[in-house]
C-alpha cells in the first residue's frame, strides 16, 4: 500500500526555517567558507568543470564523470536509455577495446564503475595516483566514443531484464518505483530508472546515439575527483580528453529543461494485493522541496527527528525518539520503519517507509500519522538537538573515502551550482546548529492556538 499525503507539514517548515537561516544568509556563508577548503573548481572553455579535493593520507584517487542526465530527462519511448547507456559505456570506445579496458583495470587495480538515478549518471574509477592521467583519458574516450555496437546491445538486452526480475523481487525497490509512479503521474519522475520491459527490448543503438547527443553535452558535465590528486593537472588532463567537445552556443541546462516540464506531486494512493506475502510493506508520503529551497536542510532534521525502527533491535523502547518508542511498545505493530527524503531539483518525497504485520497494519499507520500530525504542534527543545546532532553526523558518516567524496563534490556542483567542500560543510552544519541554540522553543512554537 502507498499513500500520498499532502499538506500538513507547512507550520513544521516555516518554524525550521526560522530557526535554521535564510538561503540567502546560507548562501553567504557558503561563499564565506568556499573561499577557505580546499576544493578547487574550474571551468573549462566548453563549459565543462573540474572541481577536485587533496586528500592526505592516501595515494588512492577517484575519479568520476557527473552528468545531469536520467530518467527526469527522458520520453516514454526512451525511458531506460540512461542506464542501457551505463552497462555498455564500457564495452570498448575508439580508443580502448572492451578487453583492453578490462586488462588495464585487472593490471592496475582500477575499480570502474557507474550508476543511473533519476537526475544524474556518474561513470566513474578509483585508481592509484599514477595511475590518473590513464583513467581521464580513459573516461574521456568512453563518454565522446564509446562505440555502442549492435551486438553488444542485443547481448546486454537479458542482462539488464535480469536486473529488472531481480529488482522486482526487492519490495523496499518495488514499493518506491510504485510511490513515484502515482506520486508524480504524467510526469518524467513517474518513470523507473530501468526502463520497461518493452523499452528495453526494443531500445536500439540508434536512440541510445542520439540520446547521448542530446544529452552528453559539456555545459552538463562535471569531472570530479578526491583524494591524492593535483587539480592543475587534472586541468589539463581534463583539457586533453574532454576538450574537443564543441561547447553550445545557447546551452539549455538541466534547471531549465525542469522548468519547461516540471514535476508536481498528485495525491493518490495504489495497493498491490498478495495473499502469499507474509507481511505489508507500503510507504507514506508527501511532497517536500528541492535542492535548493531553503526548506531542504528543515527536511533533512525533520527525517532525523522520526528516525528508524527494527523489531530485532531491543533496545528500542528506550530510545530518545517518540516514533521508535512507540513501535517498540506495541511490537505487533511494526516489524520496521524508516524515515525517507527523497529529493530532486524542483520537487521532492518525504515520508516513512514500514514494513508490518497484516492484522496491524492499521496501526502502524495510525502510530505514523499521529508522529507526523503532532510534529506540526510542538516538538521538544532536547528532541530537536537530538536530531540536529544526528543529522549532522549522518551527513559526515556518509562522506568516508575518496568516493563518497568525489561523489559529492559532483553532486552538489550539478544541483547547486557550487561546492562548499566537506570541510566547508561541516562547518555550514556547525554554523547552523550554534545558530539554533537557545532558539528551539521559538522555532518550534505551537502553530494553532
Known amino acids: 500500500m502507498i499513500r500520498g499525503v499532502q499538506g500538513g507539514m507547512a507550520p513544521v517548515l516555516r518554524n525550521l526555517r526560522r530557526g535554521f537561516a535564510s538561503s540567502a544568509m546560507v548562501a553567504d556563508q557558503m561563499r564565506a567558507m568556499a573561499a577557505q577548503v580546499p576544493t578547487e573548481v574550474s571551468t573549462m572553455s566548453n563549459g565543462m568543470r573540474v572541481a577536485s579535493e587533496v586528500r592526505k593520507g592516501t595515494d588512492m584517487v577517484t575519479v568520476g564523470v557527473h552528468l545531469s542526465t536520467g530518467t527526469r530527462f527522458e520520453t516514454p519511448e526512451t525511458n531506460g536509455a540512461a542506464h542501457f547507456l551505463e552497462h555498455l559505456i564500457f564495452k570498448g570506445s575508439k580508443k580502448y577495446s572492451q578487453s583492453d579496458i578490462e586488462t588495464k583495470a585487472e593490471n592496475m587495480g582500477i575499480q570502474l564503475n557507474a550508476y543511473t538515478a533519476r537526475e544524474q549518471t556518474v561513470y566513474f574509477a578509483t585508481a592509484m595516483k599514477k595511475d590518473v592521467p590513464l583513467v581521464v583519458d580513459l573516461l574521456g574516450d568512453i563518454i565522446r566514443n564509446s562505440k555502442l555496437e549492435k551486438s553488444a546491445v542485443e547481448r546486454e538486452r537479458d542482462v539488464i531484464l535480469r536486473e529488472l526480475q531481480e529488482v522486482n523481487q526487492q519490495m523496499d525497490e518495488t ?35 542520439n540520446y547521448t547527443k ?13 583524494g591524492a590528486v593535483d587539480h592543475n593537472d587534472l586541468v589539463k588532463l581534463s ?3 574532454f576538450g574537443s567537445m564543441e561547447k553550445e552556443t545557447d546551452p539549455i541546462t538541466p534547471f531549465d529543461l525542469c522548468t519547461k516540464d ?37 527536511f533533512v532534521v525533520l ?36 524515515s525517507f527524503n527523497t529529493t530532486y531539483t524542483d520537487t521532492g518525497l518525504f515520508g516513512v517507509y514500514c514494513l508490518a504485520k497484516p492484522p496491524f497494519i492499521h496501526d502502524a499507520v495510525t502510530n505514523i500519522t499521529t508522529e507526523l500530525v503532532r510534529n506540526v504542534f510542538k516538538i521538544e527543545e532536547a528532541a ?14 556518509t562522506l568516508d573515502g575518496t568516493q563518497a ?29 550554534l545558530r539554533v541554540q537557545g532558539q528551539a522553543t521559538e522555532i518550534f512554537s505551537p502553530c494553532c492556538a
Not at 498491490?272 to 505489508?280: Q, S, T, Y
Not at 511532497?287 to 531553503?294: A, I, K, L, R, Y
Open 262 to 298: 516540471p514535476a508536481y506531486v498528485t495525491g493518490s494512493e495504489v495497493r498491490v494485493h498478495n495473499e502469499n506475502m507474509p507481511a505489508c510493506h507500503f510507504a507514506i508520503a508527501f511532497e517536500s522541496v528541492g535542492w535548493t529551497h531553503p526548506d531542504s536542510v528543515a
Open 239 to 241: 583539457e586533453k580528453a
Open 214 to 226: 542530446k544529452h552528453y553535452k559539456p555545459h552538463r558535465m562535471v569531472l570530479a575527483a578526491a
Open 175 to 209: 514499493v518506491f518505483d510504485y510511490l513515484h509512479e502515482v506520486a508524480y503521474q504524467n510526469t518524467p519522475l513517474a518513470n523507473t530508472i530501468l526502463g520497461t520491459p518493452e523499452n528495453i527490448q526494443t531500445l536500439t543503438v540508434d536512440d541510445l546515439r
Open 405 to 433: 567524496i568525489a561523489d559529492e563534490i559532483g553532486r552538489q556542483l550539478h544541483v547547486y551550482g557550487k561546492f562548499a567542500s566537506v570541510s566547508g560543510g561541516q562547518a555550514l552544519l556547525s554554523s547552523l546548529v
Open 303 to 338: 527525517q532525523s527527528l522520526l528516525g528508524n525502527y527494527n523489531r530485532s533491535d531491543g533496545s528500542a523502547q528506550w530510545s530518545n525518539m517518540r516514533l521508535p518508542r512507540s513501535m517498540a511498545v506495541h511490537a505487533d505493530h511494526c516489524l520496521s520503519f524508516s
Open 384 to 397: 530537536l538537538e537530538r536530531a540536529k546532532a544526528k543529522a549532522k553526523m549522518n551527513v559526515l558518516a
